[in-house]
């Protein structure tokens, strides 16, 4: 069973072909970050211009790459939620032409539920419940799942997301757009004791905040002028957010007595994160699955693995399905 994922909620226009919910045969991503990077972030309207350019060739490339035509499918899973809506609207609306010209089903998922599926993508036998660290440039959360398509959010970000915060350090260090990958780079060649930068806790709960530590780092910058050594910062600043996102994760996966973590989402793919959540779970005997970086990062087969997944139990969605900026992935659980 083929099922067609396309995915343009920010600034990637991607599509892809898996079958069976689990392998990948094509996964076509084409970034914009070229465009953005004299912005030093993605214009909306900019963007959307793109995916309308790129929509229809990378489309056809994931077919072609995959040997397979729309004939072939047996549903269309489109990212319909949350996103930017000038972006978002370019792949729901695609996705519709096609569904209704080749009499396909359609399927909206959200983005972050296609985050999280990247990992049944890279482990099928995936077995609930576990906790999963969604990590990207918009969001921040915890979240347990039960079973498919069951969420609660045991905790979000109260201000910056992670992604957020490495790309704002990163355009204070006089690094490029987007932060994430270089300062992974430079942090590699540097020390993460170097500077002290905060962790901030927010009351009894898990939720994370990374206002204060990107300031702090606007601070340090500021006073030590011209005498940084950058890869220290770098490194210091990426040790402070990989500090909080494996205490809490792991807090959380304890509380909830799993023993099982996922991560996902752009910041995922981050190589110390990976490292260290992964070191931190084998002492305390909770095991740790990440996707491969392309499949961390934004995608389209993340979202037809997801929409698999919501087209085996049934469901579908009508051809008047929208695109909503915003709506959570499920309800908050306090632990
Ligand atoms: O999931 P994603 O591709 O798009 C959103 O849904 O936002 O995540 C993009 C974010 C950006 O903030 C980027 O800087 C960050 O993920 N990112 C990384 C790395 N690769 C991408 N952050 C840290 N280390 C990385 N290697
Ligand atoms: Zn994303």
């Known amino acids: 069973m083929k099922i067609l994922g396309i995915e343009t909620s920010c600034d990637e226009t991607s599509a892809a072909v898996i079958e069976d919910g689990k392998t990948i045969l094509s996964n076509v991503v084409a970034s914009q970050i070229d465009l953005f990077q004299r912005f030093g972030g993605v214009v909306p309207e900019v963007a959307s211009r793109r995916h309308v350019?790129?929509?229809?060739?990378?489309?056809?490339?994931?077919?072609?790459?995959?040997?397979?035509?729309?004939?072939?499918?047996?549903?269309?899973?489109?990212?319909?939620?949350?996103?930017?809506?000038?972006?978002?609207?370019?792949g729901v609306s695609a996705a519709k032409a096609i569904a209704w010209a080749a009499g396909l089903p359609l399927i909206g998922v959200h983005h972050l539920e296609a985050h999280i599926y990247a990992n049944f993508l890279v482990e099928p036998d995936l077995e609930f419940p576990f906790v999963?660290?969604?990590?990207?440039?918009?969001?921040?959360?915890?979240?347990?799942?039960?079973?498919?398509?069951?969420?609660?959010?045991?905790?979000?970000?109260?201000?910056?997301?992670?992604?957020?915060?490495?790309?704002?350090?990163?355009?204070?260090?006089?690094?490029?757009?987007?932060g994430g990958p270089i300062i992974d780079k430079l942090a590699q060649e540097g020390n993460p004791k170097a500077v002290h930068f905060p962790r901030a806790r927010v009351g009894d709960t898990l939720d994370f905040s990374f206002s204060g530590l990107k300031t702090a780092v606007v601070r340090y910058i500021e006073k030590a002028g011209e005498d940084i050594n950058i890869n220290d910062v770098a490194a210091s600043f990426q040790q402070a957010v990989v500090d909080v996102l494996v205490n809490n994760t792991m807090k959380a996966a304890q509380k909830k007595g799993v023993s099982r973590v996922v991560i996902a989402g752009g910041v995922a793919a981050n190589r110390t994160l990976q490292k260290q959540m992964k070191e931190r779970g084998a002492e305390l005997g909770i095991k740790v699955t990440a996707p491969p970086p392309k499949l961390c990062t934004d995608n389209?087969?993340?979202?037809?693995?997801?929409g698999y997944y919501r087209f085996i139990r049934g469901e579908k969605s009508g051809l008047d399905l929208d695109s909503y900026a915003s709506e959570p992935l499920g309800e908050r659980e306090y632990i």
């Open 53 to 90: 350019e790129l929509i229809n060739p990378v489309v056809q490339q994931a077919l072609d790459e995959s040997n397979s035509t729309f004939q072939d499918m047996s549903a269309v899973a489109i990212i319909n939620r949350p996103g930017l809506i000038p972006a978002l609207i370019v």
């Open 132 to 178: 999963c660290l969604i990590v990207s440039g918009g969001h921040s959360d915890i979240i347990y799942m039960t079973g498919h398509g069951q969420y609660k959010i045991l905790a979000r970000t109260r201000d910056d997301a992670a992604g957020e915060a490495f790309d704002k350090s990163a355009r204070a260090m006089g690094l490029g757009y987007p």
């Open 300 to 306: 389209a087969a993340m979202a037809a693995a997801a």
